[in-house]
């Protein structure tokens, strides 16, 4: 029977010297330790409390650390970015577990496991032991490179992890492996792009905090809120698409990138559409569709793009999930991140060289992105919201 996402038993996780003994032994020791793993009681809150929460510290820490010896002046000055950045940091590495385990168990019908979220989250939890401890080394910066090793090694952990843990035949194991790895590296990247966003802020009021609503929330003053029942239901559809494509197949269909080029209009401020451009296909179980074209105004071009994330339109929706809402403005220009009823809408604009982009993804499906040099951001904008909005949202929910 499959458990819940939320286990309410309590069970007391190592903590103090006990902490130290299953790191220990997980690393020096991993195939016997996940073993014992496999069977010992546990919830997702002990599992948080006593084992993540000090481990997933340990890198943002270190970092800050680093920067602020080794930089003298300049990170002083820098001072309340670095402090956002690493609360940040440490605020998604709990996010990611969470969202890794829904996957991992999602995908263990695929191959030949058993769906089990504490399980699933025992083998996030313990994999991710290596990666966090080695993020130590980023007390010197010009060593970081070194916490690869790390990530490596939890590669290894969850290889031999997944079988012990969620049943899944051995011969399997790698297939498994490598697509929960595909998965993760997407989701760093997409964890990546939010966490430059808040890094944009100057200033974070609190701690990340935790709201026990009906729809729970872990929300980050001055940047927006995290939907866990949404997280939970992009990290699903991300593991549904990996398993059809496990089985041979898909679970999206992608629009005809000729369709995505109709969409765009035939002249703009009395420029003619030009340099057409369309993709469709994929690699490596990513698959997306795109077209783009070009307008010239006032002798610059501006580049048009409409793409169907399609295969991994999952990773679009987890984007919406976080709620960004973040926005930074200097003499210069500003840059700004907003997100409302599945909307997300992201703008830059430099003031000084003229440059700027408007992005729209409707639904985590549908990106509309226009950039280039012109007079005024509101150039983009209209080029952007005059695509007709009916046919767009129609294509994301497809």
């Given at each position: 029977?499959?458990?819940?996402?939320?286990?309410?038993?309590?069970?007391?996780?190592?903590?103090?010297?006990?902490?130290?003994?299953?790191?220990?032994?997980?690393?020096?020791?991993?195939?016997?330790?996940?073993?014992?793993?496999?069977?010992?009681?546990?919830?997702?809150?002990?599992l948080y409390m006593g084992y993540i929460l000090p481990l997933a510290a340990i890198g943002p820490i270190a970092g800050l650390l680093g920067i602020l010896?080794?930089?003298?002046?300049?990170?002083?000055?820098?001072?309340?970015?670095?402090?956002?950045?690493?609360?940040?940091?440490?605020?998604?590495?709990?996010?990611?577990?969470?969202?890794?385990?829904l996957i991992v168990d999602g995908l263990?019908?695929?191959?030949?496991?058993?769906?089990?979220?504490?399980?699933?989250?025992?083998?996030?939890?313990?994999?991710?032991?290596?990666?966090?401890?080695?993020?130590?080394?980023?007390?010197?910066?010009?060593?970081?490179?070194?916490?690869?090793?790390?990530?490596?090694?939890s590669l290894y952990l969850l290889y031999l992890g997944l079988p012990k843990l969620m049943g899944a035949p051995a011969e399997k194991s790698l297939g498994y492996t490598a697509v929960v790895?595909?998965?993760?590296?997407?989701?760093?990247?997409?964890?990546?792009?939010?966490?430059?966003?808040?890094?944009?802020?100057?200033?974070?009021?609190?701690?990340?905090?935790?709201?026990?609503?009906?729809?729970?929330?872990?929300?980050?003053?001055?940047?927006?809120?995290?939907?866990?029942a949404k997280v939970e239901q992009a990290a699903n559809q991300m593991a549904a698409e990996a398993s059809a494509q496990a089985a041979g197949g898909t679970t999206v269909t992608l629009a005809d990138p000729q369709g995505l080029l109709a969409l765009m209009p035939a002249n703009y401020l009395g420029a003619a559409r030009?340099?057409?451009?369309?993709?469709?296909?994929?690699a490596a179980g990513v698959s997306v569709a795109t077209a783009s074209a070009n307008y010239v105004i006032n002798g610059n071009a501006v580049e048009l793009e409409v793409t169907d994330l399609g295969?991994?339109?999952?990773?679009?929706?987890?984007?919406?999930?976080?709620?960004?809402?973040?926005?930074?403005?200097?003499?210069?220009?500003?840059?700004?991140?907003?997100?409302?009823?599945?909307?997300m809408v992201a703008e830059s604009w430099n003031?000084?060289?003229?440059?700027?982009?408007?992005?729209?993804?409707r639904n985590g499906r549908i990106?509309?992105?226009?950039?280039?040099?012109v007079d005024s951001i509101e150039v983009l904008k209209n080029l952007v919201n005059g695509l007709d909005a009916g046919r767009l949202e129609a294509l994301s929910k497809t």
């Open positions: 029977m499959n458990d819940s996402p939320i286990n309410p038993t309590p069970t007391i996780q190592p903590r103090g010297s006990g902490l130290v003994e299953r790191v220990k032994a997980i690393l020096l020791k991993p195939s016997p330790t996940w073993d014992v793993i496999a069977t010992e009681p546990a919830s997702v809150k002990s010896i080794f930089t003298g002046l300049l990170a002083i000055l820098a001072g309340p970015f670095l402090v956002i950045g690493a609360i940040f940091g440490f605020v998604m590495n709990l996010v990611v577990v969470y969202v890794m385990a263990a019908p695929s191959f030949g496991g058993q769906r089990n979220f504490l399980q699933a989250f025992k083998v996030m939890a313990y994999s991710m032991t290596a990666a966090w401890v080695a993020a130590v080394i980023g007390l010197i910066p010009f060593l970081g490179w070194l916490s690869i090793l790390g990530g490596l090694y790895v595909v998965i993760a590296i997407a989701l760093s990247l997409v964890v990546s792009a939010i966490t430059r966003s808040v890094m944009a802020l100057g200033t974070l009021g609190a701690v990340a905090t935790y709201s026990a609503a009906a729809n729970k929330t872990v929300t980050v003053p001055g940047m927006g809120s995290v939907d866990l030009a340099d057409d451009s369309t993709q469709s296909g994929g295969s991994v339109s999952g990773l679009g929706a987890l984007a919406t999930a976080v709620n960004v809402n973040t926005s930074s403005s200097s003499a210069g220009g500003y840059e700004k991140v907003t997100t409302s009823n599945g909307q003031s000084e060289t003229k440059q700027g982009s408007y992005t729209i993804v990106s509309v992105e226009a950039s280039g040099t």
